[in-house]
């Protein structure tokens, strides 16, 4: 079993709709969860840190779910900007495990 | 000021041409790493450096050779190398490990 799976998608939008997916992790003693977006042919950025209580940050609400051991991305009021890979990041022991990655589109 | 550089940003290289690449970050930063991506993957984690030390070595084979001359720097030695190995190479560096880490702009490298 991977450490961390995603469903790779394509999630294909319009612009302003709402787009959600989860992350699963199969380490329980997983310690820190992160997304990072990466475009085409460029690096992954931090998108947010992922913490127990949830976090918001604009338009991106994540949510950690430490009994079900999975994370989750959701984002509102989708722009074209928006299309990317978004990556799952689980750390253990300091190490940092990625997911293959879930690709939104979001079209006009 | 969140920015990893890296240099260069494309390297065509031969078989048996030697190589280096660097990475530099001014954010203070203590742990520094180096991964592999391919095409349509997750980057793959290639070195850790820890305050200057290396701390992981993903069984890397030795034809990749990293080097930390200062906490500022990464260096990554490239001697042999074979076309599986054409890839992007990124840099990233994050407070401490197991912190968020910053990435970046990487090499895309192609061997021939």
């Known amino acids: 079993r991977k450490e961390v799976e995603q469903d790779p998608g394509p999630f294909n939008v319009p612009e302003g709709a709402t787009v959600a997916f989860n992350c699963t992790y199969s380490n329980s003693a997983s310690q820190s969860f992160f997304w990072y977006r990466q475009d085409c042919r460029k690096e992954p950025k931090l998108l947010m840190s992922?913490?127990?209580s949830g976090n918001e940050d604009g338009r991106f609400t994540a949510q950690l779910n430490r009994a079900s051991q999975y994370i989750s991305l959701l984002i509102r009021d989708s722009k074209l900007s928006d299309s990317a890979t978004y990556l799952c990041?689980?750390?253990?022991?300091?190490?940092?495990?990625f997911g293959a990655g879930t690709t939104v589109t979001v079209r006009a | 000021d969140t920015e990893v550089t890296q240099t260069p940003k494309h390297l065509v290289m031969g078989m048996t041409n030697k190589k280096s690449l660097k990475c530099e970050q001014h954010m203070g930063h203590r742990a520094m790493y180096w991964y592999k991506q391919k095409a349509k993957k997750p980057p793959e984690l290639m070195f850790v450096y820890s305050y200057e030390k290396l701390s992981i070595n993903e069984s890397v084979p030795s034809r990749f050779s990293p080097e930390c001359p200062n906490s500022s720097l990464l260096n990554l030695h490239l001697h042999a190398l074979q076309p599986e190995d054409s890839a992007l190479y990124l840099c990233?560096?994050?407070?401490?490990?197991?912190?968020?880490?910053?990435f970046g702009p990487g090499t895309r490298l192609t061997v021939t």
């Open positions: 992922v913490y127990s």
């Open positions: 990233a560096s994050s407070q401490d490990e197991g912190y968020e880490q910053y």
């Open positions: 990041v689980v750390t253990y022991d300091y190490k940092l495990s």
